[in-house]
């Protein structure tokens, strides 16, 4: 009787363990609580924080500060990088990845590699001005990116 009741505490333990590794590993969380989530919310995961950064970056217009506006520029670049990286397009650059892509999966690529020529702009050379309408056409053509992506809600 108290060898079984042994191997059942064992057991309990061993059960516990693997569970325990299952729902804090990164990879299971990624494949099956990500998963769950997207399938009862009916929206791509991770639309939640991207929204929020999103409107992070619609606040650093309301500064009127250009230091500002390009942060909110490279920071919007940022989020379609690293979109597209999650949804499979390969590359190790944005524009590869734009490069992988037609007008059918994203309506205004030709618009967006634009605007990613203003954010390398923004990056590589120190004395790019950019006033408040341009990056907010920049932004806009983000969005509509984001929009045609569904990764915005």
């Known amino acids: 009787f ?3 009741i042994g191997f059942f505490a064992l057991t309990g333990i061993f059960l516990g363990a693997i569970i325990y590794v299952l729902l804090t590993s990164h990879y ?3 494949l099956f609580v990500d998963n769950i989530w ?13 929204t929020r950064t999103w409107n992070k970056i619609l606040r650093r217009l309301e500064t009127g500060l250009e230091s500002e506006y390009k942060l909110a520029v490279i ?4 989020i ?3 979109s597209l990286k999650r949804m499979g397009y ?3 650059t944005l524009e590869d990845r734009l490069e992988k892509m037609t007008s059918t999966v994203l309506s205004n690529i030709e618009e967006v590699r634009r605007a990613h020529q203003i954010r390398n702009n923004i ?3 120190p004395d790019y001005r950019l006033n408040f309408d341009e990056a907010r056409n ?4 983000y969005k509509q990116a984001f929009n045609s992506l569904q990764i915005l809600t």
């Open 138 to 141: 920049t932004l806009d053509i």
């Open 90 to 92: 390969a590359g190790a």
């Open 123 to 125: 990056i590589h050379t």
């Open 75 to 78: 920071e919007a670049d940022d």
């Open 2 to 4: 108290w060898v079984k």
């Open 80 to 82: 379609l990088e690293v």
């Open 28 to 30: 299971m969380q990624w």
């Open 38 to 50: 997207e399938f009862f919310t009916f929206r791509p995961f991770g639309t939640r924080k991207i």
